[in-house]
């Protein structure tokens, strides 16, 4: 009996990133895609297609296939912006200067503070509208602007209404430890206290977040207070996610991959010590070059040493208003490239594979494989190559977001 189908893709190279199949992208060329009920449900090379009867075909005209694209580290909902910061830093001064004298992550606090929430949806839809017109299928986004309950908990709700309104899956993540608030001024563990006690179990309630960050750094919290909310977030059954080591080792990222992690992010400056324990614990490194680039960093990740162990490595935009305001994880992809020395399948594998797992979701999407989310993004290319070699003129032929065509 023939096999019905929703969509049926024909003519075109599949980069599944799928490992079990040889190649650095673990390439099938003329392929076809099979998709029903928003999963893949067929993938192989056109030959071995069983019959099939789809309810509507698509001739890939001998483009190429991907995952959608995931873009596993931004903190896009937040208010105002911070150019004049830019300026400032462009003339001398550093991040960390800057965020000492009450700018920096304080400065986009108080936006964030005042604005209502439909002024901050509607500040965070063009981000999340550019990062979709690259082919992103998933985001997570971090809250951190608030620092309050109340900030927090109207970060994350808009957070999960853009995904509610727009074609893509939005993860959210709870960074209420980000800075401390002027109100906890030389109070640090008291606000570890309002941290623990009450904002990650009130989001928890509403189950806003699916994970808890922070930002342990000396400008943020010691590795102590980092130890706390992990501690917390395990008790209300939230993975974890840290920034750690991106302005100097504090110990952060082996506290991280103790705690099984799912991610260190940023990771500038981990040691070899570090890189074993992530190894073991399969924390994934999350590289986000663009805040390297934008804070003109020279210390780059030991990507070799990542490799070397088998560490999984993400990347990401960070996309914030301080140290890197760009919506573009392709570029990223060239960056990751060119900054960290990344080769183009790895910068490939780093926004989808990866990405999957460093937001614990690599059961359901970064690879084209049967039983897989179909989220692909097609991509009027030779080879894949051409994703983290090109930027601006390469754009997606056609997204589709759980086997829906997206936009168009
Ligand atoms: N690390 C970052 O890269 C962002 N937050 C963080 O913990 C920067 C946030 C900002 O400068 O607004
Ligand atoms: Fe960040």
Redesign the pocket.
């Known amino acids: 009996m023939t096999e019905r189908c929703d969509l049926l893709i024909t003519n075109v190279h599949a980069a599944t990133m799928d490992p079990s199949i040889p190649g650095a992208y673990g390439a099938v060329e003329d392929a076809a895609v099979a998709v029903t009920g928003g999963k893949i449900v067929w993938l192989g090379p056109r030959k071995e297609l069983p019959d099939c009867a789809p309810d509507e075909s698509l001739d890939g005209e001998g483009q190429w296939l991907t995952p959608g694209l995931i873009d596993c580290h931004t903190?896009l909902v937040y208010g105002g912006h911070r150019a004049s910061e830019f300026a400032r830093r462009l003339g001398g001064e550093s991040y960390e200067e800057v965020a000492r004298s009450g700018g920096?992550?304080l400065s986009?606090v108080r936006s964030t503070r005042a604005a209502s929430a439909e002024q901050l949806y509607a500040a965070a839809e063009p981000r999340l509208r550019a990062l979709m017109a690259e082919g992103v299928t998933t985001v997570e986004i971090k809250s951190?602007y608030g620092l309050d309950l109340d900030t927090e908990l109207k970060q994350l709700r808009t957070a999960r209404r853009l995904g509610r309104h727009h074609p893509v899956d939005i993860t959210t993540t709870c960074l209420a430890a980000?800075a401390l608030p002027p109100e906890y001024d030389g109070r640090p563990d008291e606000y570890i206290d309002l941290v623990c006690e009450e904002i990650l179990p009130a989001v928890a309630r509403e189950q806003l977040a699916d994970a808890v960050d922070m930002?342990c750094e000396s400008i943020?919290f010691s590795v102590e207070q980092c130890q706390r909310v992990i501690d917390c977030a395990k008790k209300l059954d939230l993975p974890v996610k840290v920034?750690a080591e991106?302005l100097a080792r504090t110990g952060a990222a082996a506290m991280a991959a103790r705690a099984s992690a799912l991610s260190v992010d940023?990771i500038e400056y981990i040691t070899d010590v570090d890189v074993a324990a992530m190894a073991e614990s399969g924390t994934v490194a999350v590289l986000?070059p663009g805040?390297f680039y934008t804070l003109r960093e020279t210390r780059v990740p030991p990507v070799q040493k990542l490799r070397a162990s088998g560490v999984s490595m993400a990347l990401s935009t960070?996309l914030?208003?301080?140290?890197?305001p760009i919506a573009s994880l392709r570029l990223m992809m060239n960056m990751g490239c060119n900054l960290f020395g990344l080769t183009p399948a790895e910068a490939l594998a780093g926004v989808t594979r990866s990405a999957a797992r460093a937001l614990g979701l690599c059961c359901s999407r970064g690879v084209l494989r049967p039983g897989l989310r179909a989220d692909m993004v097609l991509w009027p290319m030779d080879t894949p190559d051409q994703l983290a070699y090109e930027v601006g003129a390469l754009k997606p032929a056609q997204s589709f977001f759980a086997g829906k065509t997206v936009g168009g």
């Open positions: 903190h920096g992550i986009t951190g980000h930002f943020a920034h991106q940023h986000l805040a960070d914030n208003p301080g140290s890197c």
